[in-house]
């Protein structure tokens, strides 16, 4: 058997990504960005494979035979054209609780699930994005190097 985190990070703690800020002026006339501290957003526990790809069905598909080397015959991700699996077909990742007959003391033992907040339906793996949205920004900061280290200057925005 192999064990759980051989492929999947089980020892992730993150906050939510959908960060606060605030801006305040200086008495020197410059801003100063800072997070806001935000009470109502803990740590979470994240669990996710290490790695992603998308998981496609090959069940459908003829094995190619190779023209030489070995007999070894391939199916797969680098020999055919896979179709996204169905509703009812593909790789999921579950949380489920063990059994009343599986534990040592039903009276003591509780749902690690219930307790941490995941959900109790299995989530399926490898689906394929419909879109992605990149985004890209130039920044240039003005300054001349001089001898005492960098000297910063204002630029017109006209």
């Not at 991700?77 to 996204?84: D, I, L």
Request: aromatic share 8%; proline share 6%; net charge neutral.
């Amino acid at each position: 058997r192999m064990h759980i985190t051989a492929s999947i990070n089980v020892d992730t703690v993150r906050r939510r990504t959908d960060k606060q800020f605030i801006v305040r002026e200086l008495s020197n006339g410059r801003t100063y960005t800072s997070e806001v501290p935000d009470a109502d957003n803990p740590a979470v526990w994240l669990i996710q494979p290490k790695w992603e790809t998308p998981i496609l069905d090959f069940s459908n598909v003829s094995a190619t035979l190779p023209t030489f080397g070995s007999a070894s015959i391939s199916k797969g991700m680098w020999h055919q054209y896979g179709t996204e699996p169905g509703t009812n077909k593909g790789v999921y990742l579950e949380v489920q609780d063990l059994l009343s007959s599986e534990k040592a003391n039903v009276n003591t033992t509780a749902s690690l699930a219930s307790v941490v907040g995941f959900p109790n339906t299995p989530i399926k793996l490898g689906k394929t994005s419909t879109g992605r949205h990149i985004r890209e920004a130039i920044v240039a900061v003005p300054f001349i190097e001089g001898t005492d280290g960098p000297k910063f200057f204002n630029i017109s925005r006209e």
